[in-house]
Every structure is written in structure tokens, then in C-alpha cells.
């Protein structure tokens, strides 16, 4: 079946411009020229119009937009997309924004969810996207599936220089929370984290941000100290046990999310040992649960809420009024200390 794309290529216009004209949104002048090359392009293909670009009985509108607009969100979580400490506050945000215009999110999909054909095409044939939101990132083959068809799209912690991002900076991100334990005097610091989309440890952010802030602080960089727990409190849980029953080992962990964090904090307790007295963590995000955490857990506080409310205006925004280029914004961010880190134990010196 022909796409918003195909139109688009057909007559030599962007998709946004045939979506705006077959969804009868006047809130950008279109020629009665360009719009007639549409229509006969659309005839000539055999598109077939959705049912929500055929009546717009009964739906929302935006105050700002003349036609009814349709926006979703997919995520990269692979379950768990309603009830996740990092994710949930985000949707909370977008939805917070779309509810001040009036409009309602139309779906909220995970990726792996968009791997099925029915899903995908039920998608594509019930409604109009106007746009979508994706959060973090996603299969280079679905991300391109995704573009062909959807108008307008905006990136959260999206690596694709061709539309708007918004985010944080992961890497300064985790800089600054190991320069904490380095300003703590910890020296020997050990990393939790995962790989990105790529499956490469190296292309991680928080991974690099680890290693950028040892290295700028002549600090040694173990390998055998690095957990990939592939972003999985489990495996956060069972690798720290394992490099805590070492002879060598760390007295201070960076862990890429508060959830491994917090993991990895219950099997050091489980060892017998004292946090922060024998071994100090902190974490990236902030959630709710770790102000709870035996002990209280330290963070970067990431603007979880802002970040989605961010979002749904920019999308809203440039469907009004489409950006002259992509950009990215980055939100500011701050250390949350708590007691599970402080300075290390002073050890004893060895005879000999």
C-alpha cells in the first residue's frame, strides 16, 4: 500500500506537507497547486485514506491546530512500559503537555511490540499519525519503517541528527558522579552499566564518561572491575557478588542506572559489607525508590518529567510551526547526595 512517503516523492514536496494536506490541516498555507499534484499523486498510487482522515467527528483537537491531531509514543522498554521508575515519570510529562491542548495519547507501544506485522499494520491503517515520540532509541530497520510513514518525529535520548532531541548529556552526566567519589578520595572505582542499541560497551555514554573522568584524574582503569549487567538488576546483583568475593577489589562503585545500583548495593549488604564504610554507590537517575534504599542511594538527578513535558511541546510546536533544522536540547541535570557514598576507610599499611 502507498505511503505518506511515496506521495511526497512523487510530487517532490515533504511528507509533512502531504500529511498536513490529506489530514485538511490549514495551519500552513499550501498551494491549491501543490495540494491538487497531492490528491492526484494520492489517486494515482492508490493510497487509501484512514479513517480518522476521513471524519474528524468527535475528536480531539489542539486549540492551536485547525485539524484533529493523533500522537503516540514508543519506547525501547521491553516490558513493564505503564509501571517503570525511569520511563513512567517521562510518559507522565508527555501526557501532562498533551492534556493542557486538549489532546489525549493515542498509543504508547515498546519496540518489541512494533516487531509484530499486525501490530504495525493496525497502526498504520486505523489512524492518522501526526507524530510520534520515541523514547531512547530503536532498531536502525524499525526507526526507518517508523520515519517513511510518520510526519513529524521527536527523538528523547535518540541518536539521529535529523530531527529535534531532547535529553540530557549522559556523558558529563557521568563524569560528575565519579568526580564525586575521586573528590571522596576513592581511586578504585569499579562501572555497572550495559551496552547501547550497537551491543558496544565502548559507544555507551556513561560508559565513556566513566572512563573519561578516571583517566582526567590519572586513576586506573580496571576492566576486570566493570559489570555488564545489560541494563538487568539481576545480573547488576549477581556480578557484584562476584567481584566482591575477589582478593582486589573496589571501593566504589558508578552504576549507569539507580535500579543496578540499588541491586548491587543488596549483595554487597549480603557479603557483610558496610555502605558506605567498605564500599561506597552512586547512580544515574534519581528515581523515586532510591531516596528509600538501604541506604539512602546517591544519583544524578535526571529531569525525568521535564524531559517528556519538553517533548510533547516541541512536537506540538513544530506541528504548528516546523523548525527551520533539527537541534538538540539538552536539560540540566544535578548530584543528589545521600549516604551511600562518602570518603573510603583509611587502610592499614602492609608490613614488609
Known sequence: MATLKDIAERVGVSISTVSRVVNGDDSRRISDETKQKIWQAAKQLNYRAKP????????????????????????SLPDNKYNHPYFSPIIQGIEAKLMEEGI???FLHTQAELKSGAVREALMHDRALSGVICIEGMEPDMYRWLKERVPVIIGIDVADPDIPIISYDR????????????????????????????????????????????NEANCPFRSDWIIDAQWDADRSYQ????????????????????MMAIAAMRAATELGLSIPRDIAFIGIDDIEFSKYSSPPLSSVHIPKYEMGYTAAKTLLDSLHQPYPYPFRMLLPFHLQIRESSK??????PVDG
Open 239 to 258: 556480578g557484584m557478588k562476584r567481584l566482591l568475593e575477589r582478593q582486589e577489589r573496589p571501593t566504589a562503585m558508578f552504576c549507569a542506572s539507580d
Open 171 to 214: 556523558l558529563d552526566a557521568a563524569r560528575i558522579a565519579v568526580r564525586h567519589l575521586l573528590e571522596l578520595g576513592h581511586t578504585d572505582i569499579g562501572f555497572i552499566g550495559g551496552a547501547g542499541l550497537l551491543g558496544r560497551m565502548e559507544r555507551e555514554k556513561r560508559y565513556r564518561g566513566y572512563k573519561m573522568a578516571l
Open 52 to 75: 480518522a482522515q476521513k471524519s474528524a467527528a468527535g475528536a480531539k483537537r489542539s486549540p492551536k491546530h485547525s485539524a484533529p491531531l493523533t500522537i503516540g509514543c514508543i519506547l
Open 104 to 106: 489525549k495519547l493515542a
Open 343 to 348: 570518603a573510603p576507610e583509611r587502610r592499614a
